[in-house]
């Protein structure tokens, strides 16, 4: 059990490195719909939104989000907000693993769902956190092992209008999740 934890801790920092990495990039904040290639497909490196550094960060790790969210939702599209939320009745590879509610339901159903704290203490480098924003905009980011010398709280690494960034906002903005993926296998 305490190799399993340690793995686990690696691989949170192995995330948490790669999240950090993404801000050394240019990115222009682009929510455009995009034909991509599939698997392992990505919009133009220089667009992207929130979920597209989360996506990234773990395709560094070869984790292929965009398959593993689009294999889960076709399996179990009943289970995820596709239809409630944007009126679809079908998959979409294309977009489906780049919405956080999609994502958010990914990651209770293949992850670890942990529960949404105030305690800065419960997040660890490598954990996924969700909010709404204003306007009930979702949002998602990649919890740091850095930590904010102002407040103490960890550092965030997130897109929320001006490219990937690293931020001291874990509590700025109501927390709808929090979650630890890891998986076992990895991208083809």
Request: glycine share 8%; net charge negative.
């Amino acid at each position: 059990m305490l190799a399993d934890s340690l793995c686990a801790q690696t691989a949170g920092k192995d995330l948490a490195a790669a999240a950090l990495e993404r801000t050394a990039h240019t990115v222009r904040y682009d929510g455009s719909y995009f034909s991509i290639g599939y698997p392992n497909g990505d919009v133009p490196e220089d667009v992207g939104v929130c979920t597209d550094v989360v996506i990234r960060a773990y395709r560094s790790l070869d984790i292929d989000l965009q398959r593993l969210v689009h294999e889960d939702i076709s399996a179990n599209f009943d289970r995820y907000p596709s239809q409630r939320i944007w009126g679809l009745t079908s998959t979409d590879r294309n977009i489906d693993h780049r919405r956080v509610p999609n994502l958010q339901v990914f990651f209770s159903r293949n992850g670890e769902a942990l529960p949404n704290t105030q305690n800065p203490d419960d997040y660890s480098a490598g954990d996924l956190v969700t909010w709404m924003l204003p306007g009930n905009l979702p949002h998602i980011g990649v919890v740091t092992g850095q930590r904010s010398e102002a407040t103490g709280n960890p550092m965030i690494v997130h897109n929320i209008g001006a490219g990937p960034k690293l931020e001291d906002m874990l509590f700025s903005y109501p927390i709808t999740g929090h979650y630890r993926y890891m998986p076992l296998h990895t991208a083809d």
